[in-house]
C-alpha cells in the first residue's frame, strides 16, 4: 500500500473463509504492517477454535480495524506491505476456501484524516 500522508490512520479490512485441517484447535489471524502487528491504538485480530463437530466447510469471516502505529513507532508516509498472519496451535490453518472451488478472499486499506 502507498500511504500518501504522515498524518493519517489506516483502516484495514480483510474478508475470507478461514479453516483449519485439525479438531480441537486454536487459530489467530493478525494484520501486519511491514512485518509487525499494529500497536496503536491495539492489535487487529480475530480467532478461531474448531472442534470436532463445527465447520463442516469453512465459515465466512471478516476482521478490520484501525490501525497508526506499530512497536517500530508511527505509520508514515510510503510504500507499507500490509499482509494477514496467521498462528496455529499445531495444524493447518488457512484462508480462502470455498465449497465451490473458488477462492475469494481481499483486503482493503483506506487512509483517514483523524
Known amino acids: 500500500y502507498d500511504k500518501q500522508r504522515n498524518d493519517t490512520i489506516l483502516k484495514v479490512e480483510f474478508h ?4 483449519q485441517s485439525s479438531n480441537n484447535r486454536y487459530n489467530e489471524y493478525s494484520f501486519q ?17 474448531k ?7 469453512a465459515p ?7 490501525c497508526n502505529a506499530t512497536s517500530r513507532g508511527p ?4 510504500q507499507l506491505s500490509v499482509s494477514v498472519h496467521i498462528r496455529s496451535s ?7 476456501k470455498m465449497s465451490t472451488g473458488k477462492v ?4 482493503l ?6
Not at 16 to 19: G, H, P, R, V
Not at 75 to 78: C, P, V, W, Y
Not at 104 to 107: A, D, G, K
Request: aromatic share 16%; glycine share 14%.
Open 90 to 96: 499445531g495444524n493447518n490453518a488457512y484462508t480462502g
Open 60 to 66: 465466512p469471516g471478516e476482521m478490520g480495524g484501525f
Open 104 to 107: 475469494t478472499s481481499y483486503i
Open 16 to 19: 475470507s473463509q478461514f479453516a
Open 33 to 49: 504492517f511491514d512485518g509487525q502487528e499494529c500497536s496503536q491504538p491495539a492489535p487487529i485480530v480475530t480467532s478461531f477454535y
Open 75 to 78: 505509520l508514515r508516509s510510503g
Open 51 to 57: 472442534t470436532s463437530s463445527s465447520w463442516g466447510v
Open 109 to 114: 486499506v483506506e487512509e483517514y484524516c483523524p
